[in-house]
């Protein structure tokens, strides 16, 4: 369980527009060991998603990759052509988007779909892939799942859609998951269900997983390693325990502290203070330090990246370590 599914090493992914350059993700690395979940957290904005779309080669024009690796099971993904990238997409790579319509054809019934995409990468028939389809959709949640293959997308609810998309997902029993707040529509429940599916991929299959999201609860539950991002650069990775029961970074700190059930009963809301800084124009040094309580002239200057705990990286110049015990 040891061995890297994923390393990328020094990515950045720069959107080159009228206005200016775009630093959506600028200089970051991070690592999914086979079998581990990566839960890849922060504000709106903040370039997770463009980290999700990097790593599958799907950053369309303005967008391009500038710099860094994008290492599957030791292969550069960033050197290979559209052909073999369409190779491993839905087949060993796999990505979960936060809108399931761009999974879904429209104008196709499910089960066609959902047998393409078998047929696709496995020569099967398709009676065999049918099956396999609908077990999928079974894993979901979706109840009859023989008769709702042969339903539309229109003919789902927007929750029901997603679950469709998770499905597809799982089909290949991929080596790699990307899921982009796949479950923010959908109910409890069937968050749950689906989690406790993804965990159990994971676990039995060895599959490596990204979670990208902002909800804290949800990566507590799941992820077994966060790395948080802040104006497109990771500025605080580790255990995801240690993490969340130990911030060091301001940052880390400020997002944990803004969840409601850490505010007591009665008291304000505690919030980060001031706006994320527009990626047109990052200011000098630490992207953090208009918002930062502990920002001083330091932080004019580019924090490298620091190890102050055994399995923690930090780009800070004051970490908290009095939270330590």
Known sequence: MSELTLDVQGLSTHFFTRAGVVRAVDDISFSVPRG???????????GKSVTGFSVIGLVDPPGRITAGKILFQGRDLTKLD?????????????????DPMMTLNPVLRIDTQMIETVLAHDSV????ARERARDALGMVGIPSPEE???????QFSGGMRQRVAIAIALLHRPDLIIADEPTTALDVTIQA????EVQKLAREVGTALIWITHDLSVI?????????????????TGRVEEVLDRPLHPYTHGLIGSVPSRNARGQRLRQIPGMTPSLLNLPPGCAFRSRCPRA???????PPDSHPLEGRTLRCFHPQLEMVA
């Open 220 to 236: 507590a539950g799941l992820a077994d390693d966060i790395a948080v991002m802040y104006a497109g650069r990771i500025v605080e």
């Open 82 to 98: 559209e052909r073999d990238l369409r190779d491993l997409r839905g087949n060993r790579i796999a990505m979960i988007f936060q």
């Open 296 to 302: 001083d002239a330091a932080c004019e200057q580019d």
């Open 36 to 46: 581990r979940v990566l839960g890849l957290v922060g504000e709106s904005g903040s």
């Open 193 to 196: 269900q689906i989690l406790a």
């Open 125 to 128: 028939s398709r009676s065999s």
């Open 148 to 154: 709702r293959l042969n339903a539309y997308p229109h």
